[in-house]
């Protein structure tokens, strides 16, 4: 699914974070706790949505029958 761009529970953005999130995280130099602190996401609602979040589109495309090639 998409990264929701507001945090549910106090609505700080975090949708923009999602791709430095990820690019930090592959170059394995930070752990997850530094990163999400170098995000600016101090409160723990705003860092589970990062943490929590999986994914699935591109799963979920491997499996549409609906999407022929051509």
């Known amino acids: ?7 549910f529970s106090c609505g700080k953005p975090i949708g923009h974070l ?7 995280q592959e170059e394995g130099e930070m752990t997850v706790e530094k990163i999400l602190t170098y995000l600016g996401l101090r409160r723990m609602c705003c860092r589970r949505m990062l943490l929590t ?12 029958d609906t999407i022929q090639a051509i």
Request: aromatic content about 8%; some cysteine.
């Open 1 to 7: 699914m998409i990264i929701p761009v507001r945090c």
């Open 18 to 24: 999602w791709e430095k999130y990820e690019k930090l």
């Open 53 to 64: 979040h999986i994914d699935l589109l591109d799963r979920i495309l491997e499996h549409d």
